[in-house]
T-cell receptor, first 115, second 112 residues
């Protein structure tokens, strides 16, 4: 099956700093990628849709100026958590639809801890 | 707004039992439904994908059914093993664009 690679798998940062998470589709092109987050003991919630060549679309309640998304190429989307706070500590995971949009493939996820 | 619910929230069984996990969704207009497995602190492993036109899919000891009209899916695990212990998530795609709405998950523990 198709492979989506997410990096880093975990990161610890200080409050006020920014953290960048990368999501790459390794063997297929993805004009769209999705970013989800999962707080402890909760399910995954969609944060935003990353669109290659245009602005990302954010879900209600997600601050676009805090969670910067850049879809730089057909195989790479990045999520930057700016001015991170402890409440941003969460599990972030990206996905990309397969060619033909028949299936969603997920990255390995990134556990962010803000101290 | 699509809402996905999974029952039970947690399940503990002895090894060897057959078990059923349930998933229900409020809007039957879905493109497909996927079942995933998530191990603690890890990403998602796709288990089964059922297109809206299909009724069931099977992979090894796993069988997933879909009743779109009633908004329900079940995941059947035969002869459970300790290695099956994980959280199982179902997710629906409202459109053919794979933007998924996830269920609340079922935490499964299979004891030796």
């Amino acid at each position: 099956g198709a492979v989506v690679s997410q990096h880093p798998s975990w990161v610890i940062c200080k409050s006020g700093t920014s953290v960048k998470i990368e999501c790459r589709s390794l063997d297929f092109q993805a004009t769209t990628m999705f970013w989800y987050r999962q707080f402890p003991k909760q399910s995954l919630m969609l944060m935003a849709t990353s669109n290659e060549g245009s602005k990302a679309t954010y879900e209600q309640g997600v601050e676009k100026d805090k969670f910067l998304i850049n879809h730089a190429s057909l195989t790479l989307s990045t999520l930057t958590v700016t001015s991170a706070h402890p409440e941003d500590s969460s599990f972030y995971i990206c996905s990309a639809p397969s060619t033909g949009n028949t299936e969603a493939f997920f990255g390995q996820g990134t556990r962010l801890t803000v101290v | 707004k699509q809402e996905v619910t999974q029952i039970p929230a947690a399940l503990s069984v002895p090894e060897g039992e057959n078990l059923v996990l349930n998933c229900s969704f409020t809007d039957s207009a879905i493109y497909n439904l996927q079942w995933f497995r998530q191990d603690p602190g890890k990403g998602l492993t796709s288990l089964l994908l059922i297109q809206s036109s299909q009724r069931e899919q099977t992979s090894g000891r796993l069988n997933a059914s879909l009743d779109k009209s009633s908004g329900r899916s079940t995941l059947y695990i035969a002869a459970s093993q300790p290695g099956d212990s994980a959280t199982y998530l179902c997710a629906v795609s409202p459109t053919g664009f794979q933007k998924l709405v996830f269920g609340t998950g079922t935490r499964l523990l299979v004891s030796p």
